[in-house]
DNA sequence: CGCCTTTGACCCGCGC
DNA sequence: GCGCGGGTCAAAGGCG
C-alpha cells in the first residue's frame, strides 16, 4: 500500500526543482534555482538544475524529468511560473508543481495525447467543473476532446510519487496494456478542485515514472500555504514596529 | 471518525 | 455489434 500523497515520498535530499518553488519546509530554503531555457530547438522547453554531490556520488538516486505539454499550451506562450507551480493566491496554478530530488527537463510535445479520452463540458468559463457523472455517462455525440491543460512529466526516480505540494486521493488503478506497471489515478482532494493526475512507471525503463497532471488547481497549494503562514505572521510582526 | 487506498464492476469510445 | 482498453465509481477495509 502507498503512503499517503502529501506526505514526503523519500527522505532523500532535495534539489530544488527548476521552475517551481519547492513546497516543503525542507527545500523552501534551497537556492541554485536555474531558469527555464525556452527556445531549445524543435520548439521545446527544456530546464534542468545539476545534480547535487551527494546524488552524483549515488548513481541510483540522481534523476532527471521531462515535462510534455499538450496542444492546449502555447509553446511560445511565456509561463508564469510562479502561479504556475505553487498556487499563488488569486491565480489559478497548474495541476502540477514540485519537492522532488530531481534534475528536470521540460519539453512542450505538440504530438501526443492522440487518443485523448477527457472531455470537459460546452461551458469553456467552467472548465474545472468537468469530470462529474454526466462527464463519464454522457450522451453519445455530445463528446469533445479537452481544452484542459495537460503536463506529463517523466522523473527518473525511485518513488513513484512527487510531493508537489498539493494533496491527492487515489481513486482508481489500472493495468495497462503492454507495460508491467499499472497506472493509478489521482483527484485533488480540495473540494472544489477537480484536478487530477496519473502516475504510472515505464515498463521500459523502470527507473522513469510518468505523472500526467490534466487540470488547473483552482486553489492556493495547502503545504505551500502552510509553510508561508508563520512566515507572513513573522514578517507582518515585524513590519508593525 | 474522517480520510485514505484497494479493487472489482461499470461505462464509454474506438477499431474491426 | 462486439470486444478491447482506458477511465471512473463506490463499497469495503485500513490507518492515525
Not at 530544488?16 to 525542507?26: E, K, V
Not at 540522481?62 to 509553446?75: G, V
Not at 528536470?104 to 474545472?128: L, S
Not at 454522457?138 to 510531493?163: C, E, N, V, Y
Request: glycine share 4%; proline share 9%; charged share 20%.
Amino acid at each position: 500500500m502507498e503512503g499517503k500523497l502529501d506526505q514526503h515520498p523519500s527522505p532523500t535530499t532535495l534539489l530544488p526543482p527548476p521552475p517551481p518553488p519547492p513546497l516543503t519546509s525542507n527545500n523552501l530554503s534551497s537556492t541554485s534555482l536555474l531558469p527555464p531555457q525556452i527556445g531549445t530547438p524543435n520548439n521545446n522547453f527544456l530546464f534542468s538544475t545539476p545534480p547535487l554531490p551527494s546524488q552524483q556520488s549515488h548513481p541510483s538516486s540522481s534523476s532527471s524529468s521531462t515535462l510534455l505539454m499538450n496542444n492546449n499550451t502555447n509553446p511560445n506562450q511565456e509561463i508564469d511560473w510562479i502561479s504556475l507551480f505553487s498556487g499563488s493566491g488569486g491565480h489559478q496554478a497548474a495541476a502540477g508543481g514540485f519537492a522532488s530530488n530531481e534534475m528536470m527537463t521540460m519539453i512542450n510535445n505538440n504530438n501526443n495525447n492522440k487518443k485523448e479520452k477527457c472531455y470537459d463540458h460546452d461551458d469553456h468559463n467552467n472548465i474545472n467543473e468537468e469530470d462529474n457523472q454526466s462527464n463519464k455517462r454522457r450522451a453519445p455525440g455530445k463528446s469533445r476532446k479537452t481544452a484542459r491543460p495537460r503536463f506529463a512529466f517523466q522523473t527518473r526516480s525511485a518513488d513513484d510519487i512527487l510531493d508537489d505540494g498539493y494533496r491527492w486521493r487515489k481513486y482508481g488503478q489500472k493495468a495497462v496494456k503492454n507495460s508491467a506497471y499499472p497506472r493509478s489515478y489521482y483527484r485533488c482532494t480540495h473540494h472544489t478542485c477537480n484536478v487530477k493526475k496519473q502516475v504510472q512507471r515505464l515498463s521500459k525503463d523502470t527507473s522513469i515514472v510518468v505523472t500526467t497532471y490534466e487540470g488547473i488547481h483552482n486553489h492556493p497549494c495547502e503545504k505551500l500555504m502552510e509553510t508561508l503562514t508563520p512566515l507572513l505572521r513573522q514578517m507582518q510582526f515585524l513590519s508593525s514596529f
